[in-house]
């Protein structure tokens, strides 16, 4: 059977990496709208009612309005790559990893996890959830992400003349990704967060550092990096790195694109610091590479068909 998929906001920066892995698939009919059409109400509703599903790669009031223009009769499924409904009741929150496939399989409505959270839930919530880490501990996390994570505006902001060599933003403290880290972590309190962009096109390297010593239970980074590793064993899209394997992390202007998701746990020598570390990319597992993930289960297909691992 062909499931028919529409992908709202096609030519975007996120949906046309969507478009892009799912080329070439037998299991997808795409319905498309062309360029005049695209952001009419009325052509995006038909399309919308007709698709088995619907993937949403718009800004958040777009997204909410395209919910809207779905008949509930119509049985279409959503995927919304945007942050409106990734604390909203009645959505499962797209992390297959976190939440189990069969949840995502079943859903109707999955909102995908945003770039930063997926690096920071990876590494925080299966240790809270295990009791390696406090969930009242007043994490932080910085990171840095390539430029096409802030879609066409930021592109066109980093690819003119006099672009930044390196951007920190969040200053209020407000960033919308923190209320989704808190919630799927199970924390007790919002997290700082400190993001920052660089001139590369794609990828990021999310980082939380622990003084473990100073935490009651005191844990051991190797512990972690043990504990990551069994949450994570048989995934075919999250690889737990070995003890110190590399003494430096990059990304490059031009990096392939990758759907993967690799996790490290550093440490001092007396395993009493450690610096949890994710590296993805951010239009990879962070946006498209997890819509396809989504898609495949909401279509009873193989998890990980069609993504770049
Ligand atoms: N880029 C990334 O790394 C990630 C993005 N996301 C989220 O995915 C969503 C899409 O982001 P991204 O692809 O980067 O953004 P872009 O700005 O690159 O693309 C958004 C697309 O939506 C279109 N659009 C805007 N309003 C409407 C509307 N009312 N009806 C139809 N189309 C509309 C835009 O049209 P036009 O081309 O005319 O501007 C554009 O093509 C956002 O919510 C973002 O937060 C999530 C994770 C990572
Ligand atoms: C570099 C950059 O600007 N990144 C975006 C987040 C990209 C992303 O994850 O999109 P969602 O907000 O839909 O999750 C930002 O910080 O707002």
Same mark, same amino acid.
């Given at each position: 059977?062909?499931?028919?998929?529409?992908?709202?906001?096609?030519?975007?920066?996120? =949906?046309?990496?969507?478009?892009?892995?799912?080329?070439?698939?037998?299991?997808?009919?795409?319905?498309?709208?062309?360029? @005049?059409?695209?952001?009419?109400?009325?052509?995006?509703?038909? /399309?919308?009612?007709?698709?088995?599903?619907?993937?949403?790669?718009?800004?958040?009031?777009?997204?909410?309005? /395209?919910?809207?223009?779905?008949?509930?009769?119509?049985?279409?499924?959503?995927?919304?790559?945007?942050?409106?409904?990734?604390?909203?009741?009645?959505?499962?929150?797209?992390?297959?990893?976190?939440?189990?496939?069969?949840?995502?399989?079943?859903?109707?409505?999955?909102?995908?996890?945003?770039?930063?959270?997926?690096?920071?839930?990876?590494?925080? /919530? *299966?240790?809270?959830?295990?009791?390696?880490?406090?969930?009242?501990? *007043?994490?932080?996390?910085?990171?840095?992400?390539?430029?096409?994570?802030?879609?066409?505006?930021?592109?066109?902001?980093?690819?003119?003349?006099?672009?930044?060599?390196?951007?920190?933003?969040?200053?209020?403290?407000?960033?919308?990704?923190?209320?989704?880290?808190?919630?799927?972590?199970?924390?007790?309190?919002?997290?700082?967060?400190?993001?920052?962009?660089?001139? @590369?096109?794609?990828?990021?390297?999310?980082?939380?550092?622990?003084?473990?010593?100073?935490?009651?239970?005191?844990?051991?980074?190797?512990?972690?990096?043990?504990?990551?590793?069994?949450?994570? /064993? =048989?995934?075919?899209?999250?690889?737990?790195?070995?003890?110190?394997?590399?003494?430096?992390?990059?990304?490059?202007?031009?990096?392939?694109?990758?759907?993967?998701?690799?996790?490290?746990?550093?440490?001092?020598?007396?395993?009493?610091?450690?610096?949890?570390? @994710?590296?993805?990319?951010?239009?990879?597992? =962070?946006?498209?590479?997890? @819509?396809?993930?989504?898609?495949?289960?909401?279509?009873?297909?193989?998890?990980?068909?069609?993504?770049?691992?």
């Amino acid at each position: 059977m062909t499931n028919k998929v529409f992908i709202d906001g096609a030519a975007g920066t996120t =949906g046309l990496e969507i478009a892009e892995r799912l080329a070439g698939r037998s299991e997808f009919s795409l319905i498309t709208l062309d360029d @005049a059409q695209r952001k009419d109400t009325a052509a995006r509703r038909e /399309a919308l009612n007709e698709a088995d599903v619907a993937i949403l790669c718009l800004p958040d009031e777009a997204a909410i309005e /395209a919910v809207a223009l779905i008949d509930p009769v119509s049985g279409t499924r959503v995927i919304d790559a945007s942050s409106a409904h990734r604390t909203t009741e009645g959505w499962c929150y797209g992390f297959p990893e976190l939440v189990g496939s069969e949840r995502v399989a079943t859903a109707r409505r999955v909102s995908n996890p945003g770039c930063y959270p997926t690096g920071f839930l990876a590494l925080v /919530a *299966p240790l809270v959830r295990a009791g390696l880490l406090p969930a009242d501990w *007043p994490y932080t996390v910085n990171a840095v992400s390539g430029y096409s994570g802030g879609g066409k505006a930021l592109i066109e902001r980093f690819e003119a003349p006099g672009a930044p060599a390196f951007r920190a933003y969040g200053y209020d403290l407000k960033h919308k990704h923190l209320p989704e880290m808190k919630a799927h972590a199970g924390l007790e309190h919002p997290v700082i967060f400190a993001p920052s962009v660089v001139p @590369a096109y794609r990828g990021m390297i999310v980082e939380v550092p622990l003084h473990l010593d100073a935490m009651a239970n005191d844990p051991q980074a190797d512990a972690l990096r043990d504990a990551l590793g069994e949450f994570y /064993a =048989g995934s075919a899209v999250v690889t737990v790195h070995d003890k110190q394997p590399v003494g430096e992390l990059l990304l490059g202007p031009d990096d392939t694109p990758f759907d993967g998701l690799e996790l490290f746990v550093f440490s001092n020598d007396g395993g009493w610091n450690a610096r949890l570390v @994710a590296r993805l990319d951010n239009l990879g597992k =962070g946006a498209s590479g997890a @819509a396809v993930q989504n898609l495949n289960l909401l279509c009873g297909l193989p998890e990980t068909a069609g993504l770049r691992l």
